[in-house]
Structure formats: C-alpha cells, structure tokens
C-alpha cells in the first residue's frame, strides 16, 4: 500500500512537470487513474497529496474507482477564500456587525452568494421564495430557516431587506459585508482561532454550506444545493474543508 501511494505521488509529479493536470483542469475534465490497479484493489474515499509546488486535489468515484481532478493551485497561495469550520465560523458570527451576521448566515444555510442575499427586495420576501442568481440568472427556490426569516422581517428596509446604511434606496454591499468580515478575521488569527493559512470572506459561507451538504448527502446535494450545472465545480467547493487541513 505504502510503495504504490508512493509511486501515485511520483505519477502526479510526472503528470504536474508537463502540464497534463493543468490542462485537464483548464478544460474542466476529468482525469482518469485506475486506483484498483494503483492501490491493489484499495479503494479510497477521498485523497489529498501536497506536493513541492502545487496541492493537487483528488476525488475517488468508489462505483468504478476513477481518480478524478478536483483542483489545482499553487502552494501556499490562500489569496482566495478558504473554509471555516463550525466553530470559527461561529467566532466569525459572533464579531458581525448584527445585519451583516444575518446575511452571513443565510449564505451558510441556502449556499447562496452574499450578491444574492443582497438584492432581496422588501416587497418579494416571503418565507419560500424563488431567486434569480445575479451571477448566472438561474433561478432556484429557497426557504429561509424561521429564525433568521424573523430577523429579515423585522430589519428588513422600505425597498430593500438589507439596506444600505447611507441611503435607503440602495442595498447594502458586498464590500460592506466583505470588510467587516475582514476586521473579524484579523482579530481571531492574532487570537489563533484562525489558521495564518485561512482567508477567510463572504464566499467562505458558501464553501461552509457546500462542505456540509456534501457530508450530509454526497457530491449531488452539493450540487443541487449550489445550482451547478458542472460537478467538477461543486467538488472544489465540497472539498473546501481538505484544503484547509492541509
């Protein structure tokens, strides 16, 4: 087991020095391994290998035991962001700003952009409700959870559900939330609640609620939570969690 984990990672070298991962990842297409052959029948659920300058992600389909590429980046580079747990995200939360808490939490909930939670508008609010993503202009049907529904009910502004602290006429933004994300971050790193290695902003909420889809019920809850047309996608996002691990 040991020698051909060993001989895996010389392959992923290999495949990394001329670029064949690269452009697979580039083309969003999965690469094929036969694990069977490679781990003498083993078959593992998940496997993460660190290598001198890339961290290579990989998924294992356990039915035909297929190796496939979940994501390619450079080591130590973090400039995007990265999950949280259970626990940070709760430190997170608890250094909000209350308005800003609510929209977060609604991200970790639904899986949707903070974009998406922003353009709510007063007047369409309603406990289930049909969104049309701002990013792609699909559309999926949310239910807020009741607690935070109540939150959004009593905040919520003349036109918008979470309008701008400036002028009423205009949502809160993304920058908003973003920085005020930011300030709690740099308090719990400096604490060592948060990895140096974490970067932490509005699109770790999504990342949360991919990870614990993906726990709860596989690659297509993900999926389906996220509103992906591509798997390959959803996989860099339900991973999210080994990334930080690593």
Known sequence: MISC?????????AALRGGFFAAALRQRQ???????????GFCPKRLIFSL?????????????CELSILGLSK?????RTTYADRAQMAHILAALMPENRVIVQLCMAT???????????????KRRQTIREKKT???????WPANLYEEMERGAGKYWVFESRTDPKKHRTRQAVWKDIKQAEAVFKRSGSLSRRQNIGTHTARKYAAVG??????????????NHSDP?????YALADLEVKE
């Open 75 to 79: 080591g130590g580079d973090f400039t």
């Open 232 to 236: 390959l996608i959803t996989r860099l």
């Open 52 to 64: 001198t300058d890339s961290i290579l992600y990989l998924d294992v389909f356990c039915n035909n």
């Open 213 to 226: 889809a993906y726990h709860r019920g596989g690659i297509a809850a993900a999926q389906r939570l996220l």
């Open 111 to 125: 899986g949707l952009r903070v974009s998406d939670v922003l353009e709510l508008r007063s007047a369409d609010l």
């Open 137 to 143: 202009g699909k559309t999926r049907r949310v239910q």
């Open 30 to 40: 999965p690469v094929a391994v036969d694990s069977k052959s490679l781990f003498h």
């Open 5 to 13: 984990a060993l001989c895996f990672v010389n392959l992923c070298h």
